[in-house]
């Protein structure tokens, strides 16, 4: 059970689900019942037929600055026979995290409206879409602390920037501004004005049309740069025949006849 709920909060409208970290006072700082909290509020949204897009953001001046120093320091006062068992444990945590953004059926945006480092930058990698404020940093800071990436730096990096460039942003740990992270591929967007405000609306329009389809092409892309083009087919025929029965796709034939025969 998780004793601080507040540390996450949720606001759905008009089919969009804003999800807001709320530890501004931590630079919302990911502990271990925030990462919990988080957990439950999107498998929650997942569940949701109401919901079709998601919008990820930060209360106050940063979008997350990772991982808790607080808690890192607890698990260094861990008895030592401790240490490596309790971190594995938390390890497990944060890749349920990071796989439940990575594979929420609904189209998610990461709003960043300030700083994000480390965790919180991998965070918003997990998701489909990044969307930036003129404040808006990235900093994959791992190396600072002693540390590798370990919320799906490794994995989501590379495939927006490229080995090479997600090399150097690992190895030297420095801050990237909006001006380059539109530029290199880490951020698709910047908004003109409030950041949430932009995501959500972009947010709506990614909501519209058949959410199966979405849902299904989605699961495929997300393995899709792994897999054999022949595996990419055969998936992409299962998930089809599944369209053809749905009745998005019939309701939109039958549509489509209608006005054609109306001309």
């Known amino acids: 059970m998780n004793d601080r709920p507040d540390a996450v909060l949720l606001d759905i409208a008009e089919g969009v689900a804003t999800v807001t970290l709320n530890r501004p006072e931590r630079r919302n700082a990911i502990d271990d019942a925030t990462r919990l909290t988080l957990i439950d509020t999107l498998e929650h949204i997942n569940a949701d037929e109401s919901v079709r897009a998601v919008v990820l953001t930060g209360a106050g001046s940063a979008f997350c600055a990772g991982g808790d120093i607080k808690g890192m320091k607890e698990r260094m006062e861990a008895p030592v026979g401790r240490v490596g068992f309790n971190g594995w444990k938390r390890q497990k945590s944060t890749h349920r995290l990071i796989m439940t953004v990575h594979t929420l059926d609904k189209p998610t945006i990461a709003a960043v409206n300030g700083a994000s480092s480390g965790l919180g930058s991998d965070l918003a990698f997990a998701c489909d879409f990044v969307m930036v404020s003129e404040a808006a940093t990235f900093a994959m800071a791992y190396r600072k602390r002693g540390l590798i ?11 927006r920037v490229g080995l090479p460039r997600a090399k150097e942003l690992i190895y030297s740990a420095r801050t990237v501004g909006a001006d380059e ?13 409030d950041v949430v405000t932009a995501a959500r609306a972009w947010a709506g329009e990614l909501a519209e049309g058949s959410m ?7 699961s495929i892309l997300n393995r899709g740069p792994d897999l054999p083009v022949e595996q990419v087919l055969a998936l992409s025929s299962e ?13 939109s034939v039958r549509a489509f006849l209608d006005k054609s025969a109306r001309r």
């Open 149 to 159: 990436p370990d919320g799906g730096g490794l994995y989501f990096l590379p495939r």
């Open 239 to 251: 998930a089809q025949a599944v369209c053809y029965a749905t009745d998005d796709h019939r309701d």
């Open 181 to 193: 992270a539109l530029a290199i591929g880490l951020a698709d967007r910047r908004a003109d004005g």
């Open 212 to 218: 199966i389809a979405l849902a299904l092409a989605k």
